[in-house]
């Protein structure tokens, strides 16, 4: 069974910077999108930011474009989300996803992903 497991999330101030980190076992990058997801309490988790191991491209949501940067490490099967310049608005729980054979169309759809992580708090005070 795969697992994936989120951690680097706190309590930062506007205009810090963290990395969330999501280590992932029992499962292979090949073949794989990757994504990082956010929730605020009362609203449906939105999309912020995917790769795609076949064409190695990456997918943002608009208002992280430019702040946030997805990666990940095959050697330590990890996914990370870099984000700089936070906002209060960016508060909410990360979670990482991971699918195989995600379509392009389906890259920012929850639905698409089979597994996913627990999720970490991330807060930015103004």
């Known amino acids: 069974q795969g697992q994936l497991v989120e951690s680097g999330g706190g309590l930062v101030q506007a205009g810090d910077s963290l990395r969330l980190s999501c280590a992932t076992s029992?499962?292979?990058?090949?073949?794989?999108?990757m994504a990082w997801f956010r929730q605020t309490p009362g609203k449906e988790r939105e999309f912020v930011a995917a790769?795609?191991?076949?064409?190695?491209?990456?997918y943002y949501e608009d208002s992280v474009r430019g702040r946030f940067t997805i990666s990940r490490d095959g050697a330590k099967n990890t996914i990370y989300l870099a984000m700089n310049n936070l906002k209060p608005e960016d508060s909410a729980v990360y979670y990482c996803?991971?699918?195989?054979?995600?379509?392009?169309?389906?890259?920012?759809?929850?639905?698409?992903?089979?597994?996913w992580g627990q999720g970490t708090q991330v807060t930015v005070s103004s």
């Open positions: 029992g499962l292979t990058f090949s073949n794989s999108a």
């Open positions: 996803a991971l699918g195989y054979g995600v379509i392009l169309s389906s890259i920012r759809n929850e639905a698409a992903y089979k597994y």
């Open positions: 790769f795609r191991q076949n064409g190695g491209r990456t």
